[in-house]
């Protein structure tokens, strides 16, 4: 069984950096795709970003990219998510999810999920 754990939220000023970790155990992580989301209070989980299972390809949501970089260490397990230039409409809860088979921005086709770390960005 695989599992995900969150890393690295906290609350941080507008234009400000966090860098958040999801480290996976249970499974070769090599064979996972992984993928962030995030899930504001009152609205839906939306897509953030992934990263395919050699870290060679990559995708955004619009309103991240140039800001947000997703990335990978194979041999330390662990998938990162630098966040840079931080508004205060990025807070929320931001998940960490992973599959076998799935890379793309489709939350409902990754089968594996952290438990969400907060990030909070104040104005």
């Known amino acids: 069984q695989v599992q995900l754990v969150e890393s690295g939220g906290g609350l941080v000023q507008a234009g400000g950096s966090l860098r958040l970790s999801c480290a996976a155990s249970?499974?070769?992580?090599?064979?996972?795709?992984v993928g962030w989301f995030r899930q504001a209070p009152g609205k839906e989980r939306e897509f953030v970003a992934a990263?395919?299972?050699?870290?060679?390809?990559?995708r955004y949501s619009n309103s991240v990219k140039g800001r947000f970089t997703i990335s990978r260490d194979n041999a330390k397990n662990t998938a990162y998510l630098q966040m840079n230039s931080l508004k205060p409409e990025d807070t929320a809860v931001y998940y960490c999810?992973?599959?076998?088979?799935?890379?793309?921005?489709?939350?409902?086709?990754?089968?594996?999920w952290g438990q969400g770390t907060q990030v909070t960005v104040s104005s």
């Open positions: 990263v395919s299972w050699s870290g060679g390809t990559t």
């Open positions: 249970g499974r070769t992580f090599s064979s996972l795709a």
């Open positions: 999810a992973a599959d076998d088979s799935y890379f793309g921005s489709d939350d409902e086709s990754y089968d594996y």
